[in-house]
């Protein structure tokens, strides 16, 4: 097969000072909170060659960014500026332990201050381009 380029891009971009089990876990639910809300990101479900079933995977390249709380904040601004509907997660959502008090830790934020750690967006390759410029690949 050749390569395939998408009319769509998806990133993530995750605070670069966080311990590497918070990078995992926050890439995992900005990951799943795109897909769950945007179903043309889904692939189709695999089968090895036994013939057993296996999820589907996001069927395009995730690119993940380093970026600093003011990157954040600013790629945030730049993604809301451009109508994207992004996928968050700030640092208050470390203490919680479930979907009700994370969304509540949310709702109790300064929406011009949000504690961003992580920022997930999906859109047009040349609006998200415009959103995540100026970041680096997260190394």
Same mark, same amino acid.
């Given at each position: 097969m050749? !390569?395939m /380029?998408?009319e769509t891009? =998806?990133?993530? /971009?995750l605070r670069?000072? &966080?311990?590497a089990?918070?990078?995992?876990?926050?890439?995992a639910f900005?990951?799943?909170?795109?897909?769950?809300?945007? *179903?043309?990101?889904?692939?189709e479900p695999?089968?090895?060659?036994?013939?057993?079933?296996?999820s #589907?995977?996001i069927? $395009? *390249?995730?690119f993940?960014?380093?970026? =600093?709380? $003011? $990157? &954040?904040?600013? =790629?945030?601004?730049?993604?809301?500026?451009?109508?994207?509907? #992004?996928?968050?997660? +700030? $640092?208050p959502m470390? !203490? @919680? @332990?479930n979907?009700?008090?994370?969304?509540?830790a949310?709702?109790?934020? *300064?929406?011009?201050?949000?504690? &961003?750690?992580?920022?997930?967006?999906?859109? *047009?390759?040349? =609006?998200?381009?415009?959103? +995540?410029?100026?970041?680096k690949?997260?190394?």
């Amino acid at each position: 097969m050749g !390569k395939m /380029i998408y009319e769509t891009k =998806t990133a993530l /971009i995750l605070r670069a000072d &966080l311990a590497a089990w918070q990078l995992a876990n926050i890439a995992a639910f900005l990951a799943g909170g795109l897909a769950g809300t945007r *179903p043309e990101l889904m692939g189709e479900p695999y089968r090895d060659g036994a013939g057993r079933s296996y999820s #589907p995977l996001i069927r $395009e *390249p995730v690119f993940v960014y380093g970026a =600093t709380l $003011e $990157e &954040l904040r600013r =790629t945030h601004q730049r993604a809301l500026s451009r109508e994207l509907v #992004p996928a968050i997660y +700030i $640092e208050p959502m470390f !203490k @919680t @332990t479930n979907d009700a008090d994370n969304r509540a830790a949310v709702a109790a934020a *300064p929406a011009d201050a949000l504690d &961003l750690v992580g920022l997930g967006v999906h859109g *047009p390759r040349k =609006t998200v381009d415009k959103v +995540i410029n100026g970041l680096k690949f997260l190394s």
